[in-house]
T-cell receptor
Framework: DVKVTQSSRYLVKRTGEKVFLECVQD?????MFWYRQDPGLGLRLIYF???????EKGDIPEGYSVSREKKERFSLILESASTNQTSMYLC???????????FGSGTRLTVV | AQTVTQSQPEMSVQEAETVTLSCTYD???????LFWYKQPPSRQMILVIR??????QNATENRFSVNFQKAAKSFSLKISDSQLGDTAMYFC???????????FGTGTSLTVIP
């Protein structure tokens, strides 16, 4: 089975800190995604990548950046964390999106 | 733009009963795919079922089936013989035929009552 691993399950950071959320998949998938999940808003796409060093903005990229130096790793970066970035962050990967994504277990980030 | 609407934020069902979760969507595409994902308390999102818009036959996966009404842009999920392990948040999702990105609804929290 494909595994998508997010490095932290819970994270607490201070306002203004630079935050790195790491995601690693073990099945050579080209496509990787970062979503944030908020109650009443569902999942919203932040960024995605379809190849190493490639990235595309999703629906809510403001305040975020990403890095994909290796195929298996896709990092989400909060340049200067703010309280409105307190959320659940979900990473996903896919070989063929029509087959569905494989999701990680999420990182619940709290910015204080 | 694509939008996906789940109008039932919360639902409950007795164990062994049947429940239907609603989903409507808006798109100008003629070819697309629809999905239901389940997110249990463990937070791991799991694909439940998928439907290709060009197929008239409704998809089924064991106790899970869909009622796909293309003209009405409706895609409901029916869970038969509900089990305690079905307790989860359920998300409806849309993808264009040549797309890469899912558009998710806001979710329905389902509780199965023993």
């Amino acid at each position: 089975d494909v595994k998508v691993t997010q490095s932290s399950r819970y994270l607490v950071k201070r306002t203004g800190e630079k935050v790195f959320l790491e995601c690693v998949q073990d099945m050579d998938h080209e496509n990787m995604f970062w979503y944030r999940q908020d109650p009443g808003l569902g999942l919203r796409l932040i960024y995605f990548s379809y190849d190493v060093k490639m990235k595309e903005k999703g629906d809510i990229p403001e305040g975020y950046s990403v890095s994909r130096e290796k195929k298996e790793r896709f990092s989400l970066i909060l340049e200067s964390a703010s309280t409105n970035q307190t959320s659940m962050y979900l990473c996903a990967s896919s070989l063929n999106p029509l087959g569905g994504y494989t999701f990680g277990s999420g990182t619940r980030l709290t910015v204080v | 733009a694509q939008t996906v609407t789940q109008s039932q934020p919360e639902m409950s069902v007795q164990e062994a009963e049947t429940v239907t979760l609603s989903c409507t969507y808006d798109t100008s595409e003629s070819n697309y795919y629809l999905f239901w994902y389940k997110q249990p308390p463990s937070r791991q999102m799991i694909l439940v079922i998928r439907q290709e818009a060009y197929k008239q036959q409704n998809a089924t996966e064991n106790r899970f089936s869909v009622n796909f009404q293309k003209a009405a842009k409706s895609f409901s999920l029916k869970i038969s013989d509900s089990q305690l392990g079905d307790t989860a948040m359920y998300f409806c999702a849309f993808m264009k035929h040549n797309g890469n990105q899912f558009y998710f609804g806001t979710g329905t929290s389902l509780t199965v009552i023993p």
